[in-house]
């Protein structure tokens, strides 16, 4: 069974950087696409950022250029590093596969830009 434990998060000021980290189990990792959700308040899921598995990323257009996702197929692991960070980026992260998501999910990490 899959696991996905995600860290990172925190609370930042507009214009602040965070690096998010994923670590997964129970999968065979370096075959699949990973991807990085954002849940803001009130809202649904959706994705943000996507890295194949052959590295070639992808990303919304609301985070293009200030995010960069990453994957470390050794350590079983996919990252987000966020520059610029603004309060509509709040809300709480999770990583699963990059199509549709596994069926299980992570707890998440929570990102509250504010000042």
């Known amino acids: 069974q899959v696991q996905l434990v995600e860290s990172g998060g925190g609370l930042v000021q507009p214009g602040g950087s965070l690096r998010l980290s994923c670590v997964a189990s129970?999968?065979?990792?370096?075959?699949?696409?990973w991807g990085w959700y954002r849940q803001a308040p009130g809202q649904e899921r959706e994705l943000v950022a996507r890295?194949?598995?052959?590295?070639?990323?992808r990303y919304a257009d609301s985070v293009k250029g200030r995010f960069t996702i990453s994957r470390d197929n050794a350590k079983m692991t996919v990252y987000l590093q966020m520059n610029s960070l603004n309060p509509e980026d709040t809300g709480v992260y999770y990583c699963?596969?990059?199509?549709?998501?596994?069926?299980?999910w992570g707890q998440g990490t929570q990102v509250t830009v504010s000042l």
């Open positions: 129970g999968v065979i990792f370096s075959i699949y696409p």
């Open positions: 890295v194949s598995s052959g590295g070639t990323t």
């Open positions: 699963n596969e990059g199509n549709s998501g596994f069926g299980s």
